[in-house]
């Protein structure tokens, strides 16, 4: 083994850290952008990594590269407080573009 082996693979964990890093921040950052161009403010955003709190229709439509958000908002049109899932980023590789937002309110009918 030489010397640069280790040093290799202390760089690829760094870097494998801030690219998870980075793709939490544009989700964050998507889910503002979306809620403003929709009349939302966020309230409280949670990520749900544990699939626990996810509905299980939703296990088998989402993909590892997407983010899944528990939110509550205030809707500025209607001033009420709406709670739901959003969904966000491409499922093929999880890009964080605004036609990659879906939302599941739960007092959808």
């Given amino acids: 083994m030489t010397r640069t082996t280790p040093l290799l693979l202390v760089l690829l964990i760094a870097v494998a850290i801030w690219l998870s890093w980075r793709h939490l921040q ?3 950052a998507l ?3 979306w809620a403003g161009a929709n009349g939302l403010r966020i309230l409280h ?3 749900s ?3 626990l709190s996810v509905p299980l229709s939703m296990w088998f439509t989402t993909s590892k590269y997407q983010m ?3 939110i509550s908002a205030y809707d500025e049109t209607t001033h009420r407080i709406r709670n739901g899932l959003v969904r966000l980023g ?3 590789w999880g890009f ?3 036609d990659a937002v879906e ?3 739960d007092d959808a009918s």
Wanted: glycine share 0%; aromatic share 20%; charged share 15%.
């Fill in 45 to 47: 955003a949670k990520s």
């Fill in 31 to 33: 889910l503002q952008d």
């Fill in 26 to 28: 544009n989700a964050k």
């Fill in 96 to 98: 964080m573009n605004p």
């Fill in 49 to 51: 990594t544990f699939w």
């Fill in 68 to 70: 899944i958000y528990r």
């Fill in 103 to 105: 939302v599941f309110w």
């Fill in 90 to 92: 491409t499922p093929i």
